[in-house]
C-alpha cells in the first residue's frame, strides 16, 4: 500500500512511536487533554499558567465553556497536560478573581459569568416540545390566554403541511385534549427501574454492543407472547421486526411497497393525518376510502384500484368503528386475491365493553402487514413498537430497518421484555384502562352538559372521542376556527377536518386518557363557552 | 356526517350504552378480559369450566400459550370474565391435572407442557446476533472449532452484498476482534441506574409523551457542551439534531442530498464499508477517491466531480491518518465552493498521543454536515449520535427525522444528557481510553511477535489498527481467505479489501477495544498459525 506509506510504519517503530513523538510518558496517564483540546506544547516555556488561563479565559467567551460549565477538577487537567497541578490552581485563581468562574464546594468549579461577547441563544425553537420541563420558555404555566402567536393561522394552514399534529403538540397550553396520549402519569416508573435495574445486573458485554438489527432475541419473543394472549396472534418471534413505534413501520412499508412496484395506498375517510403523511412522505399516493357503521367500504376499496390499504380494524381512528364481520371476510377476500392490508392496531388493548376483536393478522398472516407499539400501552416517550410481514417481505424489512438505523436501542429492549414477560405491562393496562374509563365517562358527561347538538363516536373503546356536530352552534362554524378559538383560552384539540379527505360535518377529536378529571371536564366546559361566542358565519 | 350514523349515538344513549350492551357492569372492574380475548357469552349455560379449560388448552396447544408462559392469577382472571374464582380454579386444576399448567408458588400458574402439536421453532435466524445471551442457540460458548457454517464463501461474497459487516457480526466466533466496538465490559452500569432513576423520579408526565423530533433539549444542550469542550466546535443546541446513530444520520442525509439534486458521493479509499452501503442504499453512487499519508486527495476528489464527499478527517478509517492542515485548507477551499463536507467524527476522541484535531465542523460550519455518537464512547446499544447541518438543510433534516421515527426515545435521551452534564461521560472515557491503550500495545506486540512482514498502521488513535501484508505469507493469499481460514478456527476480524473500492495489498483491520489482553494475544497468534498454513495461491 505506497500511498500510505509515509504513515505506515515497521511494527517495531510503530510501537516505539506509540507514546507522544518524544516525549515519555508516564505509565497509566492519559495523554494530551481532549478538554478544549489543549496541547500544553502550545504554551511558552515559563508561561504556561497565563498560557492556560488565557485559553480558558476565551473559552468562557466564544462560549465553548458556557456558564454553568463545570471545569475539570486541578488534579485531573494538572495529569492529563503534564503541568503541575499549582499552574492549574493558579490559572483557576486568576479568573475566579475575574469573577469569570467560582468554586462550588463539592460541586467543583463552575463557569458563572461570561464576559463580552453573549453565550448563544438557547430560546427553543417551534420544534420543540414546550411542555418538556427543560424547554426553558414553555410548560403549562408558561400559557398566557391570549397570547399572539395567534393559533388561527395554524389551524388554517393546509391539513397536509408536513408535522402539523407534531407542530401544534409543540404549542404551548393549559389542558390538552389532544387524541392519541394514553394517561402518562400512570407510567410505572419504579417497575421500569427495577427492571432496568435487573437489566444491567444480567447483561453481558455483548449487549451493549450492535444489536440485531431485527430487535432483541428476548424482546421479540415477549412481544410473540403479548400478541398471542392480547391480540389472537400466533407468531414466530423471527417473524417479529421491532421499529421505533408505528410512524417507523409505515415509513418502512412504504419503501417496501414501493420497491414492489405499489405506489398508491387507500386510506380511511376519515383517519390519521400523520398516518397519512407518513406515506405521503414515502412517496405514495394516498386514496381516500370511505368508512360507514361497518368500518372500512370494502366494495370501495375494491373500485378504487389501490393495491394496498392502510387500516385500523380495531377501533377506527377517528370514528372508533370496529370493522363488522361480514366487512372482515370481504376484506379478507380482497386480500387473498393479492391486496396488501396495513393494519395499524393502534390502540386495540383498550376497550371497556368487551374482549377487542382478534387481529386481521391472526386470520390471514400472509396478506396482513401488521403493525403495534408500546406508545398507546405504555409511553410513546420509548418509541418501541413491531411490525410482521407476509414472509415475502420480512428480508426486505429487516434490510431497511438495518439501513434506517441499524436496529433499535437495546436496554430499552430488554427491558421492555421483562415488563411483558413478567406481566407487569398487563397489569400496567389494567390499571391504566380503568382510570381511562372513568376519565372517558367525565368527558361523555361534559360533552353533554357543554356541547349542545354534539353526536359522541366511538366512546366504546381507545383514549379519545370524535363528537360532530350535525346542527347546534357547531355545525355553523369550520371546526378548524373552533379548535383556533379553543386553543386561545388554552384548550387543545384536533379539528375532525385534519383527519379527513373529502368534507363531511365539522367536528373535534378528543384525547380523554392523558388528563385529569377536572382538566378534562373544564376544558369541556372552555370549548363550549368559545363554541357560544363564535361568529356562526361558515 | 350520515355514513357513521348507525354507530353514533346522541350523547345520553352514548353513555347509556358505555357499558356493555345490556351487561350491568360492577364499577371499577375492567370489562371483558384481553386474556386470549376469552369471551364468556361464548360459554355455554352451566358449562363455563369445560369452556374455559378448552380454550386454555387449544391456546397451549396452538402455541399462543406457550412453555413458561404465566397465567393470570385466579382472581384477576374471575373478575376480568365475571365469573365465580371457582370456575377459574377448576379450570386450572383440570389442566394441572393433565400436566399442561403447574403451580409455581410465588411465580404463579405456568404453562409447562404442550400437547400434540410442537410449539413454532425459535431458533435465531441469520440476523440474530448469537452473541446475546438471549439467542438460545449461540454465545461463544457454542462456536465450535470447523463448524460446518463455511466462512469461505461468506468472505469471498462480494463486498457490496447488503449488510455483509452485519451478518459477520452474527456469526459465532471466539475471538472477536471486529473494528468499530468500545471496550463494552466497561459501560457504566451503576453511574447509568443512577442517572436512569434521577431521569425518572425527576420527569414530568409530558416526558413520557411524544418528544421533540429534533431531540430532547437537555441532551441538545449537553451535546453543544460536549462539542465545545472536546470537539473545539461551537454551536447552538437549536443546531443539534439527535439521531439513532452516524448510520441514520447517513440514511437522513442521503435523502436530503438527493433532495438537493446530488447523487454521486464521493468516499474515501479504503473507507468504511458499513458507510458506502448505508449512502448506496439511499440512492447514491459512491465515489472512490483515494486516501494516501496526507489523509483524502483533494485534487482528485475535484477532480471527480461529485458535489459531496463522506470523510473521517480525524481518524481515518481504516487507514488511521489525519488529514493534514493543507489538505484542511484545500478541502475547505472547495467546501466554499459549494462542494458538502459530511464529516463522519467516529472516534475522534480516542487519541493516544495528542488532542484531537478540531473537527472540521469547528471551521466551516456552512460547508460541513457534522456526524458524531456514542457508539465508541459508551455504547452501540444505544443508538444515539448527533448530526448538525447547514443552516439552510436544518428544517429539512428535522423534517426527515420526524418521519424516519418521530424522534429518538427520550428516556434514554435524558440520561444521557444527566451523563455528559454531570462530568461522568468525560471521566469514563478517560476510563476507558488508559485500558484501550494497553489493550492496542498488546495488539502491536503480538502483530510484531505472530504477523511477519505485517505493517501496522494508525496505531496512534482510535480502536482498530489496520496491517498491510507488502511481503510475507500474508501478501500472498487474498485476505478474505485469511479472515474465513482465521474464522474457521474461531477468530473475527475484517479483510482489508471489504473496504476497499480499487485493489490494493492485502491486510486486516484489528480491533483491539472489546476484548481482553489475553484475548488479543491468542487471536493474533492463531491469525499468525492460520497464515502460516495457507496455501499461497493467489
Same mark, same amino acid.
Given at each position: ?60 467567551? +466564544?462560549?465553548?465553556? !458556557? ?98 399534529? +407534531? ?70 418471534? %423471527? ?29 380511511? %375517510? ?28 370494502? %366494495? ?65 398472516? +400472509? ?37 434506517? +438505523? ?128 363564535? !361568529?356562526?358565519?361558515?
Amino acid at each position: 500500500m505506497p500511498a500510505t506509506a509515509a504513515t505506515t510504519a515497521t511494527v517495531r517503530s510503530a510501537a516505539a512511536q506509540s507514546g507522544a513523538g518524544g516525549r515519555s510518558p508516564r505509565p497509566g496517564v492519559t495523554l494530551g487533554s481532549d478538554f478544549l483540546q489543549l496541547d500544553i506544547a502550545d504554551a511558552p516555556p515559563g508561561g504556561r499558567t497565563a498560557w492556560l488561563a488565557d485559553r480558558l479565559r476565551s473559552a468562557i467567551a +466564544d462560549g465553548r465553556l !458556557p456558564v454553568g460549565t463545570r471545569l475539570p477538577a486541578s488534579r485531573v487537567l494538572a495529569e492529563e497536560l503534564r503541568v503541575t497541578r499549582g499552574v492549574v490552581t493558579e490559572a483557576y485563581r486568576r479568573l475566579s478573581e475575574s469573577g469569570q468562574i467560582a468554586g462550588r464546594g463539592r460541586g467543583g468549579t463552575v463557569v458563572v459569568a461570561a464576559p463580552a461577547r453573549p453565550a448563544p441563544p438557547t430560546a427553543p425553537s417551534a420544534s420543540d416540545r414546550p411542555a418538556s420541563p427543560s424547554s426553558p420558555a414553555a410548560g403549562q404555566r408558561a400559557f398566557r390566554p391570549r397570547t399572539p402567536r395567534t393559533p388561527d393561522a395554524f389551524f388554517t394552514a393546509s391539513p397536509h403541511r408536513d408535522g402539523l399534529v +407534531d407542530a401544534l403538540r409543540g404549542l404551548p397550553c393549559r389542558i390538552d385534549l389532544s387524541p392519541g396520549v394514553p394517561d402518562l402519569a400512570a407510567f410505572p416508573r419504579t417497575a421500569w427501574l427495577r427492571a432496568e435495574r435487573a437489566v444491567l445486573a444480567a447483561a453481558t458485554p455483548a449487549d451493549f454492543g450492535y444489536g440485531s438489527p431485527q430487535g432483541a432475541p428476548a424482546l421479540r419473543r415477549a412481544v410473540v407472547g403479548w400478541l398471542a394472549r392480547n391480540r389472537g396472534i400466533r407468531a414466530d418471534p %423471527d417473524e417479529v421486526v421491532v421499529v421505533a413505534g408505528v410512524a417507523q413501520a409505515l415509513g418502512l412499508l412504504a419503501q417496501l411497497l414501493r420497491a414492489d412496484g405499489i405506489d398508491r395506498v387507500a386510506v380511511e %375517510d376519515p383517519g390519521s393525518l400523520g398516518a397519512r403523511q407518513q406515506l405521503e412522505y414515502g412517496g405514495h399516493t394516498t386514496v381516500p376510502v370511505p368508512v360507514d357503521a361497518g368500518g372500512l367500504d370494502v %366494495d370501495a376499496l375494491r373500485a378504487c384500484g389501490a393495491r394496498a390499504v392502510l387500516m385500523t380494524p380495531a377501533h377506527q381512528f377517528p370514528t372508533g368503528v370496529v370493522l363488522d364481520g361480514e366487512r372482515r371476510r370481504e376484506l379478507l377476500r380482497w386480500a387473498a386475491g393479492g391486496g396488501v392490508v396495513i393494519e395499524d392496531d393502534y390502540d386495540a388493548e383498550h376497550r371497556y365493553d368487551r374482549p377487542p376483536v382478534p387481529a386481521l393478522r391472526s386470520l390471514l398472516p +400472509d396478506g396482513v402487514c401488521y403493525a403495534g407499539s408500546v406508545s398507546k400501552l405504555l409511553a410513546p416517550a420509548l418509541r418501541v413498537g413491531w411490525l410482521l410481514v407476509p414472509p415475502h417481505l420480512r428480508d426486505a424489512l429487516v434490510t431497511a430497518k438495518r439501513y434506517a +438505523d441499524l436496529g433499535n436501542g437495546v436496554l430499552t429492549q430488554l427491558v421492555l421484555a421483562r415488563l411483558m414477560d413478567s406481566g407487569e405491562l398487563e397489569r400496567h393496562l389494567r390499571h391504566v384502562r380503568r382510570r381511562h374509563r372513568k376519565r372517558r365517562d367525565v368527558m361523555l358527561r361534559a360533552v353533554e352538559a357543554h356541547l349542545p347538538g354534539a353526536r359522541v363516536h366511538g366512546a366504546a373503546a381507545g383514549l379519545h372521542l370524535m363528537v360532530t356536530f350535525a346542527d347546534g352552534p357547531g355545525s355553523r362554524v369550520p371546526d378548524t376556527a373552533l379548535a383556533a378559538a379553543a386553543l386561545d383560552r388554552g384548550v387543545k384539540a384536533h379539528p375532525l377536518s385534519w383527519h379527513r379527505l373529502t368534507p363531511g360535518p365539522p367536528g373535534l377529536v378528543l384525547g380523554y386518557a392523558a388528563g385529569a378529571a377536572h382538566e378534562i371536564e373544564e376544558g369541556i366546559a372552555l370549548i363550549g363557552e368559545t363554541l357560544a361566542t363564535l !361568529p356562526t358565519a361558515t
